[in-house]
């Protein structure tokens, strides 16, 4: 499978930033081979994005979403309204959504979910914080969220892109290095292997915290890497393309 480089852009760029983002991001990929792109914009940038996306093989991804399809649910986003704007992707279980909106496996599951019904491919984030790596739980720590997260769709796994991002990397310029990640990749893919029964060979295993032009080359060499979460280097269409393209040539 292609590798998956994907921005998260989270609470940044108006609709004004966006037009202008992706009219200088466009001619710096445009020959761009065996990576798949994806952008996830704010909610409030999506109409634009998808209008100025739409010739072009680039995906969309939502940064969150409710997994109901609608009601009394203020300030929630559901699966109709980013299918109609020509979304494919959302992203699931964030940090940020673990940590600050204190968002739960049991929720995440029933946004998993919710996603395959809708046919949005869910892309599952996983990650320790510090204080878990030191106490030496990271590996038990994703499995918990690999399994719970993922509860009941095992058979589709092959629909599910998973992202490890250690959140002691998440917006710090300190990422893991290529053999702490590689390590974590490397539990995730038997494990994944073994809950869907072999069933896996289409699920991408993205890094993300910190990546950024310099470190993507020796991170994207590593077997289970298959992919990138790009926050604070995606920002910018230069540093972003520039990612894509040294994962490209690798
Ligand atoms: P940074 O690239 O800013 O560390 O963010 C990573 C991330 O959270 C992507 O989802």
Known sequence: MAYLIAANWKMNKT??????????FLPLVEDTKNVEIM????????FVASQKL???DIKL???????????????????????ELGVSYVILGHSERRHIFGEKDSLINSKVLS??????????CVGETLEEREQGRTLSVVERQIRNGLAGVEAEMSR???????????????????????????????????????????TRIMYGGSVNENNAESLIKQPNINGFLVGTASLDPE??????????EV
């Open 15 to 24: 609709v004004a930033e966006t037009e202008d983002y992706i009219q200088r």
């Open 39 to 46: 952008i996830a914009p704010p909610f409030t940038s999506i």
């Open 54 to 56: 739409s010739n072009t």
């Open 61 to 83: 991804g939502g940064q969150n979403m409710y997994y109901k399809e609608k009601g009394a649910f203020t300030g929630e986003i559901s699966p109709l309204m980013l299918t």
């Open 115 to 124: 996603a395959l019904e809708h046919g949005l491919r869910p892309i599952l």
């Open 160 to 202: 599910i892109d998973i992202a490890y991002e250690p959140v002691w990397a998440i917006g710090t310029g300190v990422n893991a290095t290529p053999e702490q990640a590689e390590e974590v990749h490397s539990f995730i893919r038997n494990l994944i292997n073994e809950i869907s029964k072999g069933n896996d060979q289409g």
């Open 239 to 248: 540093r972003f393309s520039q990612i894509i393209k040294v994962s490209q």
